[in-house]
């Protein structure tokens, strides 16, 4: 029995989420193996043959994989499937976009948002906005997961010696072509990677206010910045800000809500944090029912006298 790990990174680096779906691939049992599809991408292989609890490591480098295209890195993971039992891919926008072309190939049932592994054909997933856990037993031979790496602590990324195996890679589909990005350039740790997050809503009232009133704290604690749906949809803050069901999924070891009433929606996103601090002046806004620290008062007095006493 083995599971295959689908690696997310950039061909120079392995990102933080691999390392979470290591350990739940370790879960799994058996022997650990990860792909690295990319094009230039043998510093990101070297990476992952570091990551404690890996066996092997599978280098597939041709142009196509450059970028991550979902039908290319699908026909690359298929290519090699059926020497696994388990086949797991972080549950982030890469790995939510090429895991369900995956089963549909194989003919599977995918098995998404994991946050424990009970047995090798036992998981635990939330539904209902994590409002309730359904415990799914799978007799695919084949399972196919999307592990929501807030579940799992993350594996050591250095003091593990796997062997690096280059892999025949699949040709171009066509089907897609990448065309560019814009990368959004930011000094502060990635969202879903922070281990403090400060984060704003609707109350703040103007992105000018935004700015004024939570920069400092973020600046101070040199924290990410996050912000409700509300105050997105708002135009204070920007897409990759959101936190909640329909946005980012953090765990931080502090997150500071600061105007954010506690919609359900962005309760999904954040309640796994290790210590939550509320400040708002509504004392029955629900997001006090999961801070461990709730502070009922005006955001704009009281978080300049926070960031003052810091």
């Known amino acids: 029995m083995a599971s295959l790990v689908i690696a997310e990174h950039d061909n120079a680096s392995i990102k933080v989420a691999t390392l979470n779906t290591v350990t739940a691939a370790v879960a799994c049992g058996g022997d650990v193996h990860v792909l690295v599809a990319g094009h230039n991408a043998g510093a ?6 570091q990551i404690a609890g890996v066996s092997k490591v599978i280098h597939a480098d041709a142009d196509g994989l450059a970028h ?3 039908e290319n890195v699908a026909a690359q993971v298929l290519a090699i499937a059926g020497n696994y039992t388990h086949i797991l891919f972080p549950a982030t926008a890469a790995g939510k976009n090429v895991a369900p072309r995956v089963a549909a190939k194989l003919d599977v049932a995918q098995l998404s948002d994991v946050t424990l592994v009970i047995s ?3 998981f635990e997933r ?5 409002n309730a856990i359904a415990t799914v037993q799978s007799k695919d031979a084949l399972k196919v997961l999307t592990v929501r790496t807030t579940g ?17 890679a699949t040709v171009d589909s066509g089907k897609s072509a990448f065309k560019g990005s814009e ?25 000018e206010k935004f700015a004024e009133v939570i920069t400092p704290l973020a600046d101070k604690l040199g924290a990410a910045m996050g912000a409700s749906r509300a105050a ?3 135009g204070y803050a920007p897409n990759d800000w959101q936190v909640g069901q329909t946005g980012k999924i953090v765990a931080p070891q502090l997150y500071i809500a600061c105007g954010i009433s506690g919609a359900i929606q962005h309760l999904a996103g954040m309640k796994d944090s290790k210590v939550i601090v509320a400040i708002n002046k509504d004392p029955e806004a629900p997001i006090f029912s999961v801070a461990d620290y709730g502070l009922e008062a005006d955001l704009f007095a009281a978080v300049p006298e926070l960031v003052n006493a810091l």
């Open 44 to 49: 990101a292989a070297q990476a992952a043959s």
């Open 68 to 70: 991550g295209l979902a």
């Open 120 to 122: 090798a054909d036992t």
């Open 126 to 130: 939330p539904i209902y906005a994590g």
């Open 152 to 168: 799992f602590d993350a594996a050591a990324a250095t003091g593990g010696s796997a062997s690096v195996e280059t892999a025949a």
């Open 183 to 207: 990368i959004a350039k930011n000094d502060r740790p990635e969202l879903t990677a922070a281990k403090v997050i400060v984060s704003g809503g609707r109350a703040l009232g103007s992105a």
């Open 232 to 234: 997105v949809d708002a």
